[in-house]
Each structure stands twice: as structure tokens, then as C-alpha cells.
């Protein structure tokens, strides 16, 4: 064992400066075993992939070697809440148990920060009318305001009060493309610029998935002058990695940047003399041609393919018209380049948008393929989607994949937006290109990686080739604390009376409990019909889509007794401790949506290499989407719960048994008796259950 190791270990032990130091600190075998792998793949630059179940204290595993080595250190997290609680909270707890002063920086996105150009340009729209839609919008501007002139940091998260999704975001931030850099006015006094510096100079720096892509990818988003000198990279929650990566690997262009940037042109015109009469035609088109496409693309699917989209001849003349008036306003800002940085920003976005709207709308040439479409002459394999279209029998999704780039292109519409995507199917290269640039050593760690105790799937995903793995089970006492119950006699999941039957088999469940429920439905529809007849029940409902997330997960808390209908988002980066979440239902197996036009080409690629798209892509994707949700119910020694499996399938189809492998030893149950008597006794009756994974 390392010197690192052998330290690492001993900071965590019953004995350790962490249990002097820090209340209510629990020394845990599993985190020494955890710390101890860290720190020998520090020690060694080596790729370590671990998983660490619930309950095994894995940030302060990581912090401790972190903090030990002295390294300069990157730590990056699923999410910016993630990020905020480690930095704010995790990290100065450690850091001080070990009386070591490292210094540290947290850094996100740009988007986060204010932009002060920006706002003062938006501080001369008029009140009424304008980009403020509402006398709330113009109030939470005017706290903007307020805040801006006493902040130090200029991170948005600090005004609790504004909703992530606020249209006065992107009037308040820059983004990559409109930022001004050196030229701006406040460059001097660029929150961004400030954070980067904090950075470069930071021993440990605390960033979330997207920014670090963001920055592996070349997007300039992140701290480009700070990865070559990092000698280690911790990412937390690393099972989001590759979609995140999918995307930041990729390219898109979407209605709000196309209006943003004929408002920001037009925004520019009030400091230059004459350039209002040469620019506002232009831009008035360009934010009319950006609706237009959205209106033409209201007979389309949600989502879908370049080729769905552009067999519709409406469509085709829409982004027709959304090519020229591109053209036409960057044609009218050519002329104003000199007049104003502004202007010169405006005119290379205008460029670059038609760059990319010509390359997601360019014909692929595959070999042997004149429309992309297949055959229809899969293997028919196992129905991941128990009676939904088979993959296999796709009839246009692979159209977006030019011959020689393993890319696909895609559309997505919002209720009044639009977004064109280009996204790779592998990002395992590009992943593993860039680790071995770094020369670093690199930890990938979360509660869900393995698939029946394999790395395979997300290793493959990862680019990791060898790498170390270490797999730690929750630490709980699974016989006493949990039980797993499956409902019998219920209908197959595609059936039509299967929603009814679903509630049928649940309300003596939610009795048995009084409520204090999630339940997680893999459709908005399920969660709509559940929601409908759960209403007017004994329990406060609370029901995703009726108020913002935190917010109902708040309320959740402090009723005490509610339940909560949810969809895919509440099965990850929740966390409800204590009596309030004694009970999560899953509805169905989650695998995903069948018409995801990205995990559609992906399956299809997997077939064209030979391989089997369901045991391969589908389903190991589906048993880690089932651990997230099966993960919130225990989250403390305290905890006791009931996880409820609905789905027939997990006893009667073979591939049933690998998501019951994977999941924690709990005792499992078909009789809704043992679910009553759990909850009717202090702990539950033993002897009466099938233990562990029988």
C-alpha cells in the first residue's frame, strides 16, 4: 500500500482525524476500501472506475486522497447543485478536519455568470412591451439590477429567487458565440474572466460534467489554459458522462440563438449612427423566418430525423427562407464590422449559424443507401419494449448518419422552439484521446456503473480500456431496512387496462405506508392517468409538471405524508432522507424511448457492427436508469422503505433476472401482507420473506 493510501485510510478510521474533527462522522470499511483504490490510481496516473452504493460516504473517499496529494486536481460533478453542495459544503468540512489549506476555486459555465455589457444593454429596453413580457419579469430585472452592483462573485445562483428557466437569462449572460472578450467594454470586470483566474491559479478546482465537456470538445466554454496542468480528474456521478458527451462532441443551432442573435444585432444599432436603417429589416427577418420554420415543423412528431423532417415540403421552404435571411443580415452586418465589436460578434455568429445549418441539412452519402432507410429485416430481437415498435423495423432514423461520421441528425420542438442537432453514437475515442493527453489520473465513480456486477457496458461507453474497478455495496442492512415488493397478476406492461391495474395493486400499498410515496412512471401519460385517479385521495398529491422541481419536492418533504408522481428526472439527483420517502414505485422497466432518434441510430449501429442491440445498448442502459430510481428510497443507516417493481417482466422474461441481480440484496415479496406488516411493525417480521437475490 502507497503512502497516500496507507493515509487516506487512516484519515477515515474509526480513530481518524475525520471522526475527531467532524459530528456525526461514521467510519465505514467500504469508504476505506474506496479511498484506498483512489489513492493508488493517483499514485500510479492510473484510470480507476468504481462504483460506490449509496450510503458508502464516496465524496469524502475522493476528498480525502484529493486533498492528501497535494495534486492539482480537477472534481467534477453531475450537476450545478451537485457542484454548489460539494464546494460549499462537503469540501470545507474536510479540508479543515485536515488542517490542510489548499486552495480552491469553483468554476461553471459562463451562462452562470452575470454579463455586465449585456446588462446594460438590456437596461435600456423599455418596461412595457419589449423583452420584458410581464411587470414579474421587469421586477425580477430590476433585483437583478440590484444584486449586480453588490455581488462579487457574479454567480446567478446567488439570487435563490430566479427561476433556472427565466427568460431574462440570456439577456443577463453571455454565451460563447456573443461574448465580446478582450474588445468588451467590462472586460476588466468580467465575472467569467475573474472565475478562470481563480481557477488557474487553484489547487483544487470544483466544475460540473458540461463545463468540463464543454472544454474537452473545444466549445470554449470552460478553463482550456487550466486541463493541461491538472495531474488528476475526479468525475462524480460518471454514468451521465457519455450522453453529456454525445452532446458536447456534437453541434446544434436552435430558435432561441437564431432570435437572440437578430435582437442582440438589432441592440448594437442605438451607439452607431445610420446602422438602425441597415440592420432592423434584416433582423426583423431573421426572427420572422426563425418562427416560420417553427410553425412549418408543427405537423412533425416531437422529435425526430433530418430526413422526417425534410421530406414535408412546407418544412423545406421554411429553413429555405431561414438560409436567405441569414445571408441577407449577415450581408447587412459586413459592412458594420468596423463600426463596433458588437457588430463584428453579430456578423461571425450570423456566419457560423449558416455554417451549421448547411451541414445539418446536407444530404449524407452512405454507400449502398440512397434514402438511409432500413429494410425493415431485423433479427426481431428480445421486446425491450413489450409491444412498442421494435427498433429494428425503423424507417428513416438513420438517414442522419453521413457516410464515414458515426453521427446522426435530429430535431427536437419545444412548445415554442425548435432545435437541429448533429450527435456522434461513439464518444468512447474522442473520451479516451483526451485522458491520454492529459497524462492524469483519472477516477470515474458513482452508485450506478455495473450491470450485474460487470464495468463492460460503461467502460465500452467510457473509452476505458483496462482500467481498475472496484465495485462497494451499500452498507446497509438490507434484511431489516427494505424489502422489495412485487405485485402479482398484473397485466403486460403494453396491455390496455395495465395503467388501472397498476393503481389497483398500489393502493394497499400507499395504506399500508399512509402515503410517502414516489412513483415513477416511464411516460408523461401513465403519470397524467395515475395523477387523475389518485386525486382526492387520503394523501397530498404532488404531481411533476405542476410546479417547478425543487418546489414540489419541498412541499413533499413538509407534508410528511405526500406522494409524489414523477418522471424520469426524479429518479436521479433526489435525495429525501428520513420517514417522508418510505415507499418508490417503478412503474415499468425504464429502457428508452423508442423514439429517441439518437439511441434508435445507436442500436442500428451496434447491429451493423455485429452486435446485439438489445443485450448490448438497451438493456444495460435500462438496468442503470432502474438503480438511479431504486437508489432513492434508502439514503441513510436510518432509512426504512418498500421498493415497488411493477413490471411483469422482471420474473417473466430471462433478461428479468440481470436488473434483480443488480440491484441491493433486498428480500423480495409477491404478498402485499408482508408490505402491511413492514409497515405495521417497528421491523419487519423475518423468516416470512425470500432473502437476498432467490
Known sequence: MTDLASNSRAALAADGVLAREIPGFVARPAQQRLTEAIAEAFDQRGELLAEAGTGTGKTFAYLVPVLLSGMKTIISTGTKALQDQLYHRDLPRVRDALGIGLSTALLKGRANYLCRYRLEHAKGEPRSGGLFGSREQVSQFQRIVAWSGRTRMGDLAELEALPEDSPLLPMVTSTAENCLGSECPFWSECFVVQARQRAQSADLVVVNHHLLLADLALKQEGFGEILPGAQAFVVDEAHQLPELAAQFFGEGLGARPL??????????????????????????????????????????????????????????????????????????????????????????????????????????????????????????????????????????????????????????????????????????????????????????????????????????????????????????????????????????????????????????????????????????????????????????????????????????????????????????????????????????????????????????????????????????????????????????????????????RLLGKSYGRIFLDSLPPLPRTRDVADVQAFFAAESPASGLLESGHG
Open 259 to 648: 432570435v437572440e442573435l437578430a435582437r442582440d444585432a438589432l441592440a448594437e444599432c442605438k451607439d452607431v449612427t445610420g446602422a438602425l436603417a441597415v440592420v432592423q429589416v434584416p433582423a426583423q427577418q431573421l426572427e420572422h423566418a426563425t418562427r416560420a420554420v417553427r410553425a412549418a415543423m408543427e405537423i412533425l412528431p416531437a422529435r425526430g430525423t433530418r430526413l422526417r423532417a425534410l421530406h414535408e415540403p412546407a418544412v423545406c421552404d421554411a429553413f429555405d427562407d431561414l438560409v436567405a435571411a441569414l445571408a441577407r443580415l449577415a450581408q447587412a452586418l459586413a459592412g458594420l464590422r468596423g463600426a463596433s465589436s458588437g457588430f463584428d460578434a453579430c456578423h461571425a455568429r450570423a456566419q457560423d449559424f449558416a455554417a451549421r445549418l448547411a451541414r445539418w441539412r446536407a444530404r449524407p452519402r452512405r454507400v449502398g443507401a440512397d434514402d438511409g432507410s432500413d429494410d425493415g429485416s431485423g433479427d426481431g430481437f428480445e421486446d425491450a419494449h413489450a409491444g412498442e415498435r421494435s427498433v429494428d423495423a425503423s424507417d428513416d432514423f438513420d438517414d442522419g448518419m453521413p457516410a464515414g461520421d458515426d453521427d446522426v441528425r435530429w430535431y427536437e420542438l419545444s412548445p415554442r422552439g425548435f432545435r437541429l442537432q448533429r450527435t456522434p453514437l461513439d464518444v468512447s475515442a474522442p473520451l479516451r484521446a483526451h485522458r491520454e493527453k492529459s497524462h492524469a489520473a483519472w477516477v470515474f465513480t458513482s452508485a450506478t456503473l455495473a450491470v450485474s456486477g460487470d464495468f463492460h457496458h460503461v467502460a465500452t461507453r467510457l473509452g476505458l480500456v483496462a482500467p481498475t474497478t472496484l465495485l462497494q455495496p451499500s452498507p446497509f442492512d438490507w434484511n431489516t431496512q427494505a424489502l422489495c415488493y412485487l405485485p402479482p397478476a398484473l397485466p403486460e406492461p403494453m396491455s390496455r387496462g395495465y395503467n388501472s391495474a397498476l393503481i389497483a395493486a398500489l393502493r394497499p400499498v400507499l395504506e399500508a405506508s399512509a402515503g410517502r410515496a414516489f412513483v415513477l412512471f416511464a411516460s408523461h401519460r401513465a403519470l397524467r392517468e395515475a395523477a387523475d385517479a389518485l386525486r382526492g385521495g387520503p394523501w397530498p398529491l404532488f404531481v411533476q409538471g405542476d410546479a417547478p422541481r425543487h418546489v414540489l419536492l419541498q412541499r413533499f418533504r413538509e407534508s410528511g405524508n405526500g406522494v409524489l408522481l414523477g418522471a424520469a428526472s426524479f429518479r436521479e439527483g433526489v435525495d429525501v432522507a428520513g420517514a417522508a420517502l418510505s415507499v418508490v414505485v417503478i412503474d415499468k422497466l425504464p429502457f428508452a424511448a423508442p423514439d429517441d432518434p439518437v439511441f434508435e441510430a445507436r442500436l442500428d449501429a451496434v447491429r451493423r457492427a455485429g452486435g446485439n442491440p438489445f443485450r448490448d445498448e438497451q438493456l444495460p442502459q435500462a438496468v442503470i436508469a432502474l438503480k438511479q430510481g431504486a437508489g432513492r428510497l434508502i439514503r441513510s443507516e436510518s432509512d426504512r422503505g418498500v421498493l415497488v417493481l411493477c413490471d411483469p
